[in-house]
């Protein structure tokens, strides 16, 4: 069996590349190749199983990883704009949501229309076939798989990182792009839930409760990372948008054996100070006020409650006898509460990869390999990883377009 191109992996990044490419190249034979029988399974348990598609706003700077002009490069090649008017040519339309986030009503709506799109301009989908190696060939590569070799001219590695392994992205692709001759940027998991130590479990006291937060991440001493968001309480430690979005820089702190702590500041934007003098205006304004009640109208109730039993302050004590001393105390816990982070949830549970292929090896202008003539690398294998909001997906949609773009090009 033999093709031009041969795609292997049928998630977001394969499914554009190979649509892209037909369209580019309409006698390029182009073939898909995916373990699952029914392939596209990280799609359809995005976003809530909605599909975040993309974000009203996409920059360089919503990414880490590799080299931010190559990444910039890549998504100027197929910005939102374009990414918008392609799922509305397909039959999909993308409303906006909350930090401009664009969904889809349906993940499936949008798995069966690529998937729909791709049988229209030509692609071969082949499922249920587990790639187990790629190899140079006289003429190409040849793809080693259960069911037999296929044989072809290009081959475009699609497989993911090793976020959601159960959805095929279990790092065999980053294997066999290591064999091609490819350095590996040491991954960790991103876009993680957060595991806190249990010493003393506020997060199991207040798992389910749901609050504005700003995290910062200290490494050696010192801030490096600061994230505002939505923070969940969870048995296990913290989840929400705040949590997620550290979390990589978390992780690649700790990968690079740094000293590293993290504190959440449930005052967004707001100084020591200026809490510092709320509480001494309120005592003013109304002395017979508890303190509990005071910190109620800053944070959840139950939030409330289980700081002032870790401050040992009790509760019914008003802001007229509240000393100097608690109200620091206070106001120290609203802007620099310590989260003993031990670890994340893993790849099982991670919506995205750090680390990967470097950027430094691919061509910008078509996802070629640098090291490897005729290999194109596209989607979350690269060391390149969004925060969340839908940013992932776009770098998918993008690399797969300037891969499909180069592919289809005669010659």
């Known amino acids: 069996m033999s093709f031009d191109v041969a795609i292997v992996g049928a998630g977001a990044a394969g499914l554009a590349t190979a649509i892209f490419t037909r369209r580019a190249g309409r006698s390029t034979a182009v073939a898909l190749l995916d373990g699952a029988a029914r392939p596209g399974a990280k799609i359809l348990v995005s976003g809530g199983s909605r599909c975040n598609v993309t974000n009203v706003a996409v920059t360089d700077r919503d990414f880490c990883g590799g080299r931010r002009s190559i990444i910039r490069r890549v998504l100027r090649g197929f910005p939102v704009a374009d990414t918008v008017a392609f799922f509305h040519a397909i039959g999909v339309d993308l409303h906006e949501e909350a930090n401009g986030k664009l969904f889809a009503n349906r993940a499936r709506d949008v798995l069966e229309h690529l998937l729909g799109e791709a049988a229209a301009v030509g692609a071969t989908l082949l499922p ?39 959805s095929g992205s279990d790092g065999a692709g980053l294997a066999i792009a290591e064999r091609l001759g490819h350095t590996i940027v040491p991954t960790t998991p991103a876009l993680a839930p957060l595991l806190l130590a249990d010493d003393d479990p506020v997060h199991r006291e207040l798992s389910g409760v749901s609050q504005d937060v700003e995290l910062a991440l200290w490494v050696d001493g010192a801030v490096g990372v600061r994230v505002t968001g939505a923070l969940l309480w969870t048995h296990f430690g913290v989840s929400g948008p705040a949590a997620l979005d550290i979390s990589r820089h978390w992780l690649r702190a700790q990968l690079n054996g740094r000293a590293v702590a993290m504190t959440a500041s449930f005052c967004p934007g707001r100084r020591f100070e200026q809490i510092d003098a709320e509480w001494i205006a309120r005592a003013a304004a109304r002395p017979t006020s508890t303190a509990l009640s005071a910190l109620g109208t800053l944070v959840p109730a139950a939030v409330a409650g289980a700081l002032m039993r870790r401050l040992t302050i009790h509760e019914s004590l008003t802001l007229a006898h509240l000393s100097k001393e608690h109200r620091h105390v206070l106001t120290h816990a609203l802007v620099e509460w310590p989260l003993p982070v031990i670890g994340s949830r893993g790849y099982t549970h991670a919506e995205a990869t750090a680390g990967g292929i470097a950027l430094t090896e691919i061509d910008p202008a078509t996802m070629e390999s640098r090291v490897c003539p005729g290999l194109y690398l596209v989607g979350e294998m690269l060391d390149v990883d969004g925060r969340l909001g839908g940013f992932n997906f776009q770098w998918a949609w993008s690399s797969g377009f300037v891969a499909g773009r180069g592919l289809g090009r005669p010659g």
Do not use: C, M, S
């Open 128 to 166: 249920g076939r587990r790639v187990l190696d790629v190899r140079r060939a006289d003429e190409g590569f040849r793809i080693v798989t259960a069911q037999g070799d296929v044989h072809a001219r290009a081959v475009v590695l699609a497989t993911g990182g090793r976020a959601l392994p159960k």
